[in-house]
Structures are given as C-alpha cells and as structure tokens.
C-alpha cells in the first residue's frame, strides 16, 4: 500500500506536533521518561491517525481494535496521542503525573477508563494482549475484523513472561494479534546489547511461530505497510520489530540511554522545543 505523499506529510506533522506534547508534559511534571515516548512518536501516529480503527469521541465502541501498551512507561506518548486523536483535551497534557490527575505516571484505567488496560510491569502487557486476541478468536474466529496491538519495549524482551505469552499466542495461531517491539537498544541501566543481549531477535520471535517484520521506525510508508501487511497473515500472530532512534527528533537526547528514565529541565526543554518547532516548520513549508 502506498501512502500519498500530502498523507505522508500529514503523519511527519502530526507526530512533530504530539513530541512537543510530549516534551511540555514531562518538563512540567518534572519526572518521566523521554527517549522511548519520543522514538515511538512515528509509529503511535501511523497506528492512531492511519492503521487502527476506532472512534475517540465514541471510546467504548464495540467494533473498535485493541490497543494495549506494555511499556506502560512511555504513557507520555500514548496521552499525547490519544489527546491529539480527541479523546480528552490537549490542555489536560500538563497535569501529567500532578495529583489527582487523570494521566498517572503508568497508564490506570480507573482513572482513565478510555485505556484498554492498565500497565506498568515490564513484561505483561503481551499476556494480556494474547488473552485478548484468543478470546477474541474464540468468540469470533476468522470472520472478526478486529485487531488487538499491543507496544512492547526490546528490554522487556528480558522478561520471560514476554516469552510464555509469546509462545501461546504462536500456538494458538492469533493472526489477529500485531505485536510491535520498540528496537531502540537501549534500557534503564545501558544498553541492551551490554545488559542482555537479545540478538538475534528475529530468530526468537520465528521460533515461536510468529511472522516477523522489521521496518525503519521513522519511515511512515515502511510502518503503514507493515501494518497492513500483518492483516494478511493467517495461522500465526505478526512482530514488527521497529528500528528506533531512542529520543527520536531532540539531537542531544538521541542514542543516549541516559535519556531513558529522565525528564528535561527546563533549559534543555527550551532547547528541545525549539528544535521540533523548527522541524515542524519546515514539514510545513515542505507540505506546501
């Protein structure tokens, strides 16, 4: 499927407009993460403006996919999107992690009962997306347009509860599952490849009967296609490991693993807020 180049431009725009949400929320709670909302921007606006089918103002639709973040963590990102998509005002973006809040440090479906489910520990989101896709499944079994997907960190590819549910979801043949592992190698304490090599990650994931996809993380046509392609495939649930630059769009945050757990001052908000403005600003003149 290709992408129009004004639709392309329109996603580059959009996800520049949801980084600036994001690095105004976390300066203003003083606490959160940055590199992963920030390098999984690309992939959160495809899914949300392009691939997924739902309905903000109507939240509770029964026809709508699942969506379920298992890197509770990068919750910036998914409030600044859902926000951009309509599901609650942008201005609320600033109450991030404040008291009473309805944006709690991880995502809390009590408190935000428009959320699939709650998250936090590293590991389980996986789980409970496959419990979706199978019930799902049971209920319905091929005739179901319905996708459940769900965003999972490369450090919690760690965590063998990833690989119990991984395993069931191949066994159990859920094409109607899209995982997307956020590939930008770096975790809390370093990197990756240093703490606990995942490599190869790919083999691990196709050993467990699961059609695998790699893409450019940052390449809007790469992503929608790998999402539509996933809805192509039956007998087994579909990975797309995604290629991701950690603090994606701020230069002086990108690569750097130190940038995993922090928020900016204020200082470096200013300095990362004025580089994505003038990004955005030259997506615009671009568009034009």
């Given amino acids: 499927m290709d992408l129009a180049e004004d639709k392309i431009e329109e996603l580059k725009e959009k996800a520049n407009q949801i980084r600036i949400s994001i690095i105004e929320m976390l300066v203003e709670a003083g606490s959160g993460h940055t590199a992963g909302p920030l390098d999984m921007a690309d992939i959160f606006t495809v899914l949300f403006f392009h691939t997924m089918h739902h309905k903000p103002k109507r939240p509770d639709w029964p026809e709508r996919d699942r969506f379920v973040l298992s890197n509770g963590h990068i919750c910036p990102l998914l409030y600044a999107t859902m926000a951009h998509s309509g ?24 408190f935000l009962p428009m959320l699939e489910t709650s998250s936090g520990p590293l590991g389980s989101g996986l789980s ?3 419990g979706m896709a199978l019930s799902d499944k049971i209920d319905h079994g091929l005739t179901s347009s ?3 997907y769900v965003m999972l960190s490369d450090g919690e590819n760690e965590c063998g509860q990833t ?13 109607n599952l899209t995982a997307v592992v956020d590939r930008n190698n770096i975790q809390i304490d370093g990197y990756t490849e240093d703490v606990m090599p995942l490599e190869s990650l790919s083999e691990k994931w196709k050993a467990w009967n699961w059609h695998v996809i790699e893409v450019d993380g940052h390449n809007m046509e790469e992503i929608a296609d790998a999402f539509e392609a996933a809805k192509g495939i039956f007998g ?3 990975v797309i490991i995604a290629h991701t630059i950690a603090g994606k769009g701020v230069k002086e945050f990108e690569r750097d693993y130190r940038w995993h757990g922090k928020p900016p001052n204020r200082e470096e908000a200013n300095m990362a807020l004025k580089e994505l403005r003038t990004l955005g600003g030259k997506i615009r003149s671009e568009h034009e």
Avoid: C, N
């Fill in 163 to 175: 690989w119990e549910a991984a395993m069931l979801g191949g066994k159990e043949k859920l094409h």
């Fill in 146 to 148: 319905r996708r459940i």
């Fill in 236 to 238: 087994k649930p579909t």
């Fill in 128 to 130: 409970q997306a496959v």
């Fill in 87 to 110: 599901y609650f005002p942008i201005s609320e973006l600033k109450t991030l992690r404040k008291f009473g809040t309805r944006l709690q440090g991880h995502p809390h479906r009590d």
